[in-house]
T-cell receptor, first 113, second 115 residues
Framework: GNSVTQMEGPVTLSEEAFLTINCTYT??????LFWYVQYPGEGLQLLLK?????DKGSNKGFEATYRKETTSFHLEKGSVQVSDSAVYFC????????????FGTGTQLKVEL | EAGVAQSPRYKIIEKRQSVAFWCNPI?????LYWYQQILGQGPKLLIQ????????DSQLPKDRFSAERLKGVDSTLKIQPAKLEDSAVYLC?????????????FGQGTRLTVV
């Protein structure tokens, strides 16, 4: 079946530090990959997505590249801000799995001054 | 554009009671999802509708959970009777269609506490 594995949190960084949150997936066929963000007290919001191998999704300074050879979709940001503190979820949708959205367990990011 | 609306935001009930949640998706979105998010875990799909038909309810505990989407718009999710382990945030989401590359938009969720 489909599954998503994320690095455990919380991840605590100082402002302007480099961020990497690892995400790997298991799926047959050609899934689309997503990163969702959940700010405190709010619902899930789509941060970025990639729909085929080697695609790079980007938004608000965050980037992730769809790597089929390593089945990964790591989230990166060059310089984090306090306002980036949130929980980040990696997810996939797979035509071979009925296109339902399968999530990882989430990684909490805390950015301190 | 109005987002996905859910109500109530919070609900506290005793075990063995019943509870219902309501969701109004984004206008024109054919696909509607209910997810259960237990604290510290990622959201888990309970049921997916395409218009008013069920596409996937394989992870819905059908002995106590039920959901409907009459007329292919609003949806309700019911739990009867509730158990302590049902304490979670219940998220509703909608998307234009069920294609793999289509974005799903989420509501703020209903936080259920069963005591």
């Amino acid at each position: 079946g489909n599954s998503v594995t994320q690095m455990e949190g919380p991840v605590t960084l100082s402002e302007e530090a480099f961020l990497t949150i690892n995400c790997t997936y298991t799926a047959t066929g050609y899934p689309s990959l997503f990163w969702y963000v959940q700010y405190p007290g709010e619902g899930l919001q789509l941060l970025l997505k990639a729909t085929k191998a080697d695609d790079k999704g980007s938004n608000k300074g965050f980037e992730a590249t769809y790597r089929k050879e390593t089945t990964s979709f790591h989230l990166e940001k060059g310089s984090v801000q306090v306002s980036d503190s949130a929980v980040y979820f990696c997810a996939l949708r797979n035509p071979g799995g009925g296109n339902k959205l399968t999530f990882g367990t989430g990684t909490q990011l805390k950015v301190e001054l | 554009e109005a987002g996905v609306a859910q109500s109530p935001r919070y609900k506290i009930i005793e075990k063995r009671q019943s509870v219902a949640f309501w969701c109004n998706p984004i206008s024109g979105h054919a696909t509607l999802y209910w997810y259960q998010q237990i604290l510290g875990q990622g959201p888990k799909l309970l049921i997916q509708f395409q218009n008013n038909g069920v596409v996937d309810d394989s992870q819905l505990p059908k002995d106590r959970f039920s959901a409907e989407r009459l007329k292919g718009v609003d949806s309700t999710l019911k739990i009867q009777p509730a158990k302590l382990e049902d304490s979670a945030v219940y998220l509703c989401a909608s998307s234009l269609d069920s294609q793999s590359f289509t974005e799903a938009f989420f509501g703020q969720g209903t936080r259920l506490t069963v005591v």
